[in-house]
């Protein structure tokens, strides 16, 4: 084979593999995202949420494992058999909470998927909404900040500032109960009369 030959094959070769690079980068620049939702701040919060329910129910269950086994080994017809099974009770409502908190963060997980993957296929369109949308997280923080307030404010059930926690009414300042039972009197009686001198 002529050596002109030889070497025109080389630079042919080498002009190929140059010409290959740039469309190699290019198309690893368009790569898709196949997990859109990984990245996204608020799908990120739902699933800190789920994992701190989920360890959670797990200490919980244990507790109540324990508090069952200490209620069956309390004699009946005392004053402890009444205290551990409402504490038993108690700690079977907390993980009835715990469950509907990680169920409901589990269901907006997935929610939140779907609506990731479509944002973002929406954003690689050449008119598409961008994603992530810095104004919608910044309304979530918000709207979340407040439902955690107001979840903590229900469970309490009881007005902030007072003293009383088994105040329900904002009006009932609570002043904590006299000894003997009674609740202290404002001064003047009950209507606030003046005292009589």
Same mark, same amino acid.
């Given at each position: 084979?002529?050596?002109?030959?030889?070497?025109? /094959?080389? @630079?042919?070769?080498?002009?190929?593999?140059?010409?290959?690079?740039?469309?190699?980068?290019?198309?690893?620049?368009?790569?898709?995202?196949?997990?859109?939702?990984?990245?996204?701040?608020?799908?990120?919060?739902? %699933?800190?949420? &789920?994992?701190?329910?989920?360890?959670?129910?797990?200490?919980?269950?244990?507790?109540?494992?324990?508090?069952?086994?200490?209620? %069956?080994?309390?004699?009946?017809?005392?004053? /402890?058999?009444?205290? /551990?099974?409402?504490?038993?009770?108690?700690?079977?409502?907390? $993980?009835?909470?715990?469950?509907?908190?990680? @169920? &409901? &963060?589990?269901? @907006?997980?997935?929610?939140?998927?779907?609506?990731?993957?479509?944002?973002?296929?929406?954003? $690689?369109? %050449?008119?598409g909404r961008p994603w992530p949308d810095l104004k919608e997280i910044a309304e979530?923080?918000?709207?979340? @900040? $407040?439902?955690?307030?107001?979840?903590?404010?229900?469970?309490?059930?009881v007005p902030r500032g007072t003293e009383n926690r088994d105040a329900k009414d904002?009006?009932?300042?609570?002043?904590?109960?006299?000894?003997?039972?009674?609740?202290?009197?404002?001064?003047?009686?009950?209507?606030?009369?003046?005292?009589?001198?």
């Amino acid at each position: 084979m002529p050596m002109f030959h030889v070497e025109h /094959m080389k @630079k042919h070769h080498i002009l190929l593999i140059l010409g290959l690079i740039p469309l190699f980068f290019l198309q690893s620049c368009k790569k898709v995202d196949e997990a859109p939702e990984t990245s996204d701040p608020i799908y990120i919060d739902f %699933k800190n949420e &789920f994992d701190i329910s989920a360890k959670q129910e797990v200490d919980v269950k244990a507790q109540l494992t324990k508090d069952v086994k200490e209620f %069956k080994e309390t004699p009946a017809q005392t004053g /402890m058999y009444t205290l /551990m099974r409402n504490k038993m009770s108690t700690t079977e409502n907390l $993980l009835n909470i715990i469950q509907q908190q990680k @169920k &409901f &963060f589990e269901i @907006k997980m997935e929610q939140r998927k779907i609506e990731v993957r479509s944002r973002y296929q929406e954003s $690689l369109k %050449k008119d598409g909404r961008p994603w992530p949308d810095l104004k919608e997280i910044a309304e979530y923080k918000i709207r979340m @900040k $407040l439902q955690r307030d107001k979840f903590q404010w229900d469970t309490k059930n009881v007005p902030r500032g007072t003293e009383n926690r088994d105040a329900k009414d904002p009006k009932d300042k609570a002043k904590k109960p006299a000894p003997g039972g009674k609740a202290e009197k404002p001064a003047g009686g009950e209507h606030g009369e003046k005292p009589q001198h």
